[in-house]
C-alpha cells in the first residue's frame, strides 16, 4: 500500500496502488470471460436435454475453467486501503475492484501491540507470501493491511505504530520478537541512540586495516570481506580466453554459420560463468548525512545511498554488518578481526553519520 498524505499526522491512510497495467489487464479478463461465458452458453444450447456423461464432464470442465479465470481476474483486481484515526484509536479497512470501497471501522482502544506475521499459501505448483500488519486487542487479533512486498508493509507498519505509540512486533518462526518500541517507532537511527564524538572513537580505534578515516571528505570506510583476488585473477583471465578465442574463430576462416553458432553458445557459457563468479568487493561510506553503500567489481561499481532520516537501525553481529532502512535494507560481511570490533564499527558509523554537515 502507498501511504496517501492527508495533512494531519494523527490520521493515516494508505490504498493499493491502481497501477497502468489496468488498461491492458481489465480488457484481457473481460474478454476471456465473456469467451468462455459463450462457450458455455453455446455448448447448453447445442445439447438440450440431459446429456451422456462426456458431455456433462466436458460442460463441468468449462464451468471450472471459467471459475478460476472469474477469481483470479477478481484477484488482480482487487485494491484495499487502510486509514488509521490516531485521535479516535480507530482503523477503517476498505476493499473493492479497482476502487475500495465496503468500510469496516475497527475499535483499536484496547490495542496492546501491531504485529507483523508472514502467512505462506501453497498453491501446488508455486507459493504466495503474504506479508500482514494484526493489531493485538484484548478480545483478538484484528488484521489491518497485507502486502507481497514485505518492504511496503514494513514501511506501513512504521507509520501506523508510530502514530498509534505501539509496540511493533513480529512472528519469526513461531516466536515473537520485538521489532521496535513504542517510543522508537517512526524514528530514524540518531534519534534513538547518540553516538559517542567521532574524536573520541577514533583514539580508541582498534587496528583494522580494513577501516580508514578521510578527515578532509568527513568520510569513514568499511571495507567488507570481499572476493578472493585468485578469483578475480581466474575470471579476469576467462575473459581474456573469451575474446582471443572469438578473435582467432572468426579470423580462422571458418563457415560463417559455424561461427555464428559457436559464437552464440560460447557467449552462453562465458556468460553464465561471469556472472556467477564475478568478483565483488563491498564497502560503507558514513559521512554527515549519509550512508553508502559501494560494491565494486571488475568493471562496475553499484553504490547505494541511505539518508540519514531512512534508517531504521544498523546492527553488527558476529560477522555481519546490516542496515534496516525504509529505501531496503543491505549487509557486510565483515572480516574476523572487524568482527571482533563490530560494536566499536556502530558506534563510529554513527558518530560519523552524526557530525554537522561541512
Known amino acids: ?26 480488457p484481457f479478463f473481460t474478454a476471456v470471460i465473456g469467451f468462455q461465458a459463450w462457450m458455455f452458453v453455446h455448448f447448453l444450447a447445442e445439447r438440450p436435454g440431459s446429456g451422456g456423461a462426456l458431455e456433462v464432464l466436458l460442460g ?3 464451468m471450472a475453467l471459467l471459475a478460476k479465470v472469474v477469481w483470479k481476474g477478481i484477484q488482480c ?17 476498505s476493499w473493492g475492484l479497482l476502487v475500495p470501497m465496503a468500510p469496516t471501522t475497527h475499535d483499536l482502544s484496547g490495542a496492546i501491540a501491531l504485529y507483523n506475521a508472514l502467512r505462506v499459501v501453497d498453491r501446488g505448483r508455486y507459493k504466495e507470501y503474504f506479508h500482514e500488519l494484526h493489531a493485538v486487542t484484548p478480545t483478538g487479533q484484528i488484521k489491518l493491511a497485507q ?7 514494513g514501511n506501513l507498519s512504521e507509520d501506523a505504530a508510530a502514530a498509534l505509540k505501539l509496540d511493533l512486533l513480529e512472528v519469526r518462526n513461531g516466536e515473537v520478537a520485538l521489532l521496535r518500541r513504542a517510543d522508537e517507532a517512526g524514528k530514524h537511527v540518531l534519534q534513538i541512540h547518540t553516538p559517542p564524538a567521532l574524536e573520541r572513537l577514533l583514539e580508541a580505534a582498534p587496528a583494522l586495516a580494513d577501516v580508514t578515516h578521510d578527515a ?10 570481499g572476493s578472493s583476488a585468485a ?12 575474446a582471443a578465442g572469438m578473435v582467432l574463430l572468426w579470423c580462422s576462416g571458418a563457415a560463417v554459420g559455424a561461427c555464428v553458432g559457436a559464437t552464440v553458445f560460447a557467449t552462453f557459457f562465458f556468460g553464465v560463468l561471469y556472472f556467477s563468479l564475478q568478483p565483488e568487493w563491498p564497502s560503507l561510506h558514513a559521512r554527515p548525512g549519509v550512508l553508502e553503500v559501494r560494491r565494486r567489481g571488475l568493471v562496475f561499481t553499484h553504490r547505494k545511498a541511505y539518508p540519514v532520516a531512512t534508517i531504521r537501525a544498523i546492527q553488527a553481529k558476529d560477522r555481519l554488518l546490516t542496515i534496516d532502512s525504509s529505501l531496503g535494507g543491505d549487509a557486510l560481511i565483515l572480516s574476523p578481526e572487524q568482527a571482533r570490533a563490530n560494536a566499536w564499527l556502530r558506534d563510529a558509523l554513527l558518530a560519523s553519520l552524526a557530525q554537522t554537515p561541512a
Open 60 to 62: 463441468l470442465v468449462i
Open 231 to 242: 578469483l578475480a585473477v581466474f575470471v579476469t583471465l576467462l575473459s581474456a580466453l573469451y
Open 77 to 93: 483486481h482487487v485494491r484495499r486501503s487502510l486509514e488509521i484515526d490516531a485521535a479516535a484509536r480507530s482503523a477503517t479497512t
Open 216 to 225: 578532509g571528505a568527513r568520510e569513514l570506510r568499511v571495507t567488507g570481506d
Open 147 to 153: 502486502s507481497t512486498d514485505a518492504l511496503e508493509l
Open 1 to 26: 500500500m502507498k501511504r496517501i498524505e492527508t495533512g494531519n499526522p494523527a490520521r493515516l491512510h494508505f490504498q493499493d496502488r491502481i497501477g497502468w497495467w489496468i488498461v491492458l489487464t481489465v
